[in-house]
């Protein structure tokens, strides 16, 4: 299932904890039988990715299962859509969960109501971990006291919620004051929420908010001057907020700045609610005033009074507070988010990762300054020496085996007499623009998913010649390593790499010819040489191009699916793209189909398609019992699938055959990103039985079937056809080259950092385009995604 979980859906299960010692943390283990945090979590904080803290009690005692299922997916969609990693915090069985799991979390919500799931607080957590530690395994949704606690311990500054609690109407005789106030005074988390519940005594939380020592401050949202600090359900409470911030970047500078003092207390950003989903201030008010009315002549105090209130409300207001409710914790994610993004920058502007705090992270407590002092020593002591440092080799997030050669591109520019002749005339010498640069579809690769973010390095092979020893300084100077890459004799006939493209008057591709022997070189087809290349980079990706002869593919395929690397296939052309399925790549002929497949993705177009569609078939791949097992789980059926597949891919794409062949493909390869020029790119996935997609109504468009059989853990097939990010005037193309290179590369750098490849996929079509209008092979200004893929 963790198998399946991680080739398909690419959200990994098993990322690899990280030493935190850059941050100055413990990396907490996942055997802690009080405290967890995911290795997602552990990761992001560990390498300054924004992290966003959310709460459960919202699942837990707001929402009814399965609703909350829902809005608890959809929450942490928006952190991730906006560039940020969601640590949804919870109690299950006992432990705290920092950055819970999908089935994790649903298994939570699922007890909503249950009197073994409690709201857990500051002053609950030692009783439900207790009581675990007793064989008591009980849940708990925690509140903004209870979330806050946690997500300190792990490190986490930024928490986005709904609601805050405060004084109650009353208060200053029933002492009647929420555990978030007295939170926010000694926890240094930044919360974002829409100020704190209207029916509150505002004036009065407010006042306890300063007395505790905690910074207020309420985003103008396109408001001009003093603004009112919101009232949960309205924009305007009547009380002005003690501080307006500007945007996010403010808020994430006064985060900044309050980290770099010794204080100890929060920050509280409130958000008012979308205009469109507020309610007006005087509805709301006579609403919650009849509310409180009756709280109080039927003398429920106390826990019971919040819930209470708030089902009145929700009564009384025929629903319209359920709406408000749900848009100001979507707007809140989604600010919150954003605040995240710009500390990370900010961070990263200051060192290498962020420093969290000066103590050493132990379960629900922490170490003393002697002892971390102690503990750091001890760890420089049994640390290597410099020297051993730089020798030891760190994983890497993708290892691109492929091609790098040097390019020489020809763009036909006809004379001012002959502008008609799109074309240039062969068997003669025509008028052009030439050019020679570093190239090779692996390099590309490379260099794109390296300014996209990620950790990479190339491996390929040259020759000791003067174009190979150029381009291994080019490599050097851009930023990439070289370690990888091999240097054969030219005494022996090794030749580097090399490819012509010549272009017509549009910059579209007219001819190519390309010298790729040395990547057929016997020396390369040694399975101990890339097995040891895996062992030592340990990638969570590799990108293999068809440049390599199958021999080589077959080598490369093996050991990166020995490392338990996800592979991805770039056919490179027509020509190459059968290599994947030749009677030498015995791994491919062996492999078999899903769960025991050996490519996860493939990035053709769609003449590259069918050249592997048709390799497949003419290698009886598509002839045997495993294959027709996997293809009866899709649960296709048998009439009006046509009339299916054309509402999600189009007439014209299926009088192509493109889909149907994809199908046929996907128990071999659970994911194809067919690139289809000016047409965009179709995505076909294959589905695990419980990936979300499945029952999320916002997916159903793209779901082409579904296996209803709990025998398999097939799930359904998934199809979307993504349209061209934006639309490229002829004007604005300067070269067509590197444009489907880059696009792998960018869906590369995201899968690895976690991302699906809806998420990824309009990422690297607006790299492609960057790159559509650059004279080089890959954009530099690739660069500037990168903060999307954070």
């Given at each position: 299932?963790?198998?399946?979980?991680?080739?398909?859906?690419?959200?990994?299960?098993?990322?690899?904890?990280?030493?935190?010692?850059?941050?100055?943390?413990?990396?907490?283990?996942?055997?802690?039988?009080?405290?967890?945090?995911?290795?997602?979590?552990?990761?992001?904080?560990?390498?300054?990715?924004?992290?966003?803290?959310?709460?459960?009690?919202?699942?837990?005692?707001?929402?009814?299962?399965?609703?909350?299922?829902?809005?608890?997916?959809?929450?942490?969609?928006?952190?991730?859509?906006?560039?940020?990693?969601?640590?949804?915090?919870?109690?299950?069985?006992?432990?705290?969960?920092?950055?819970?799991?999908?089935?994790?979390?649903?298994?939570?919500?699922?007890?909503?109501?249950?009197?073994?799931?409690?709201?857990?607080?500051?002053?609950?957590?030692?009783?439900?971990?207790?009581?675990?530690?007793?064989?008591?395994?009980?849940?708990?949704?925690?509140?903004?006291?209870?979330?806050?606690?946690?997500?300190?311990?792990?490190?986490?500054?930024?928490?986005?919620?709904?609601?805050?609690?405060?004084?109650?109407?009353?208060?200053?005789?029933?002492?009647?004051?929420?555990?978030?106030?007295?939170?926010?005074?000694?926890?240094?988390?930044?919360?974002?929420?829409?100020?704190?519940?209207?029916?509150?005594?505002?004036?009065?939380?407010?006042?306890?908010?300063?007395?505790?020592?905690?910074?207020?401050?309420?985003?103008?949202?396109?408001?001009?001057?003093?603004?009112?600090?919101?009232?949960?359900?309205?924009?305007?409470?009547?009380?002005?907020?003690?501080?307006?911030?500007?945007?996010?970047?403010?808020?994430?500078?006064?985060?900044?700045?309050?980290?770099?003092?010794?204080?100890?207390?929060?920050?509280?950003?409130?958000?008012?609610?979308?205009?469109?989903?507020?309610?007006?201030?005087?509805?709301?008010?006579?609403?919650?005033?009849?509310?409180?009315?009756?709280?109080?002549?039927?003398?429920?105090?106390?826990?019971?009074?919040?819930?209470?209130?708030?089902?009145?409300?929700?009564?009384?207001?025929?629903?319209?507070?359920?709406?408000?409710?749900?848009?100001?914790?979507?707007?809140?994610?989604?600010?919150?988010?954003?605040?995240?993004?710009?500390?990370?920058?900010?961070?990263?502007?200051?060192?290498?990762?962020?420093?969290?705090?000066?103590?050493?992270?132990?379960?629900?407590?922490?170490?003393?300054?002697?002892?971390?002092?102690?503990?750091?020593?001890?760890?420089?002591?049994?640390?290597?020496?410099?020297?051993?440092?730089?020798?030891?080799?760190?994983?890497?997030?993708?290892?691109?085996?492929?091609?790098?050669?040097?390019?020489?591109?020809?763009?036909?520019?006809?004379?001012?007499?002959?502008?008609?002749?799109?074309?240039?005339?062969?068997?003669?010498?025509?008028?052009?623009?030439?050019?020679?640069?570093?190239?090779?579809?692996?390099?590309?690769?490379?260099?794109?998913?390296?300014?996209?973010?990620?950790?990479?390095?190339?491996?390929?092979?040259?020759?000791?010649?003067?174009?190979?020893?150029?381009?291994?300084?080019?490599?050097?100077?851009?930023?990439?390593?070289?370690?990888?890459?091999?240097?054969?004799?030219?005494?022996?006939?090794?030749?580097?790499?090399?490819?012509?493209?010549?272009?017509?008057?549009?910059?579209?591709?007219?001819?190519?010819?390309?010298?790729?022997?040395?990547?057929?070189?016997?020396?390369?087809?040694?399975?101990?040489?890339?097995?040891?290349?895996?062992?030592?980079?340990?990638?969570?990706?590799?990108?293999?191009?068809?440049?390599?002869?199958?021999?080589?593919?077959?080598?490369?395929?093996?050991?990166?699916?020995?490392?338990?690397?996800?592979?991805?296939?770039?056919p490179v052309s027509t020509a190459k793209a059968a290599?994947?399925?030749?009677?030498?790549?015995?791994?491919?002929?062996?492999?078999?189909?899903?769960?025991?497949?050996?490519?996860?993705?493939?990035?053709?177009?769609?003449?590259?398609?069918?050249?592997?569609?048709?390799?497949?078939?003419?290698?009886?791949?598509?002839?045997?019992?495993?294959?027709?097992?996997?293809?009866?789980?899709?649960?296709?059926?048998?009439?009006?699938?046509?009339?299916?597949?054309?509402?999600?891919?189009?007439?014209?794409?299926?009088?192509?055959?493109?889909?149907?062949?994809?199908?046929?493909?996907?128990?071999?390869?659970?994911?194809?990103?067919?690139?289809?020029?000016?047409?965009?790119?179709?995505?076909?996935?294959?589905?695990?039985?419980?990936?979300?997609?499945?029952?999320?109504?916002?997916?159903?468009?793209?779901?082409?079937?579904?296996?209803?059989?709990?025998?398999?853990?097939?799930?359904?097939v998934y199809m979307r056809l993504f349209p061209p990010?934006?639309?490229?005037?002829?004007?604005?193309?300067?070269?067509?080259?590197?444009?489907?290179?880059?696009?792998?590369?960018?869906?590369?750098?995201?899968?690895?950092?976690?991302?699906?490849?809806?998420?990824?996929?309009?990422?690297?079509?607006?790299?492609?385009?960057?790159?559509?209008?650059?004279?080089?092979?890959?954009?530099?200004?690739?660069?500037?995604?990168?903060?999307?893929?954070?």
């Amino acid at each position: 299932m963790a198998l399946l979980y991680r080739a398909w859906g690419f959200k990994s299960l098993s990322r690899s904890c990280r030493r935190l010692a850059i941050t100055q943390h413990r990396c907490l283990s996942g055997k802690d039988k009080l405290f967890q945090v995911s290795e997602e979590v552990q990761d992001a904080l560990a390498t300054g990715k924004p992290v966003v803290a959310l709460e459960t009690t919202i699942y837990t005692h707001g929402f009814p299962y399965p609703e909350n299922v829902a809005l608890s997916s959809h929450l942490e969609s928006l952190v991730r859509v906006n560039g940020g990693v969601p640590a949804t915090i919870g109690i299950l069985n006992g432990t705290a969960r920092i950055g819970m799991q999908t089935e994790e979390l649903i298994e939570l919500v699922s007890t909503a109501g249950s009197e073994n799931t409690w709201k857990i607080s500051r002053r609950d957590l030692g009783f439900i971990g207790g009581l675990g530690l007793r064989g008591q395994r009980l849940n708990g949704g925690t509140t903004i006291a209870g979330t806050m606690v946690l997500a300190h311990l792990a490190g986490i500054k930024i928490f986005a919620t709904g609601g805050l609690g405060g004084v109650h109407r009353g208060g200053e005789k029933s002492m009647d004051v929420s555990a978030d106030l007295t939170e926010l005074g000694r926890t240094p988390v930044a919360v974002i929420s829409s100020g704190c519940k209207s029916f509150l005594d505002i004036p009065r939380t407010l006042e306890y908010l300063e007395t505790q020592g905690v910074g207020v401050g309420t985003f103008a949202d396109g408001r001009e001057g003093n603004v009112d600090f919101p009232a949960f359900f309205s924009r305007d409470s009547g009380v002005k907020s003690p501080k307006v911030i500007l945007d996010e970047a403010d808020a994430a500078a006064i985060v900044y700045a309050q980290s770099q003092f010794p204080v100890q207390s929060g920050l509280l950003f409130a958000n008012p609610v979308p205009e469109h989903s507020a309610m007006p201030k005087q509805d709301i008010d006579s609403i919650i005033s009849q509310a409180v009315a009756e709280a109080e002549e039927k003398s429920i105090r106390g826990n019971a009074n919040t819930p209470y209130i708030l089902k009145r409300i929700r009564e009384l207001s025929q629903g319209s507070s359920v709406k408000a409710n749900k848009a100001l914790v979507e707007a809140n994610v989604v600010r919150g988010t954003k605040v995240a993004v710009e500390l990370a920058k900010l961070e990263r502007r200051d060192g290498a990762a962020p420093q969290r705090e000066n103590n050493v992270v132990t379960k629900f407590g922490s170490t003393s300054k002697m002892e971390a002092s102690k503990q750091a020593a001890s760890a420089m002591a049994d640390s290597p020496s410099p020297q051993a440092q730089a020798q030891e080799t760190q994983p890497i997030d993708i290892l691109v085996a492929g091609s790098l050669a040097s390019d020489t591109i020809c763009d036909y520019q006809p004379f001012d007499d002959f502008p008609t002749l799109p074309s240039p005339v062969l068997h003669t010498s025509n008028p052009s623009s030439i050019s020679q640069s570093a190239g090779g579809v692996g390099r590309n690769v490379a260099m794109a998913a390296h300014l996209a973010g990620a950790k990479v390095s190339l491996a390929s092979v040259v020759a000791d010649d003067l174009a190979g020893s150029s381009l291994l300084d080019h490599i050097g100077q851009s930023g990439l390593t070289t370690t990888n890459i091999r240097q054969l004799m030219t005494t022996e006939g090794a030749r580097t790499a090399q490819y012509v493209a010549v272009n017509d008057s549009s910059k579209d591709l007219v001819l190519a010819m390309a010298d790729m022997s040395i990547l057929g070189r016997p020396e390369m087809e040694s399975l101990e040489y890339w097995t040891t290349i895996m062992s030592q980079n340990k990638p969570k990706w590799v990108v293999a191009d068809a440049n390599w002869s199958p021999a080589i593919l077959s080598s490369i395929s093996t050991a990166a699916k020995a490392h338990k690397a996800m592979l991805a296939f770039e056919p490179v052309s027509t020509a190459k793209a059968a290599r994947l399925f030749h009677k030498a790549n015995n791994v491919m002929m062996t492999g078999g189909v899903v769960p025991n497949h050996v490519v996860s993705l493939a990035s053709p177009n769609s003449i590259e398609l069918t050249a592997i569609y048709n390799a497949a078939r003419d290698a009886m791949m598509f002839e045997s019992e495993q294959w027709w097992k996997v293809v009866d789980s899709f649960g296709l059926a048998g009439t009006g699938s046509r009339d299916r597949l054309a509402s999600i891919a189009g007439s014209d794409l299926v009088d192509e055959g493109i889909p149907q062949q994809c199908i046929q493909l996907l128990p071999l390869i659970p994911n194809l990103v067919t690139k289809l020029g000016h047409r965009g790119c179709l995505l076909m996935s294959l589905l695990r039985r419980m990936d979300e997609r499945l029952t999320r109504p916002e997916y159903a468009p793209y779901i082409l079937s579904r296996n209803l059989s709990d025998s398999s853990e097939i799930g359904g097939v998934y199809m979307r056809l993504f349209p061209p990010s934006r639309e490229v005037k002829q004007e604005e193309i300067v070269s067509v080259n590197g444009i489907g290179d880059t696009m792998l590369g960018v869906i590369a750098a995201g899968l690895a950092k976690g991302y699906t490849l809806e998420d990824v996929i309009p990422i690297a079509q607006d790299a492609a385009v960057l790159t559509l209008k650059s004279p080089e092979a890959v954009s530099p200004e690739v660069r500037s995604i990168q903060a999307r893929l954070m």
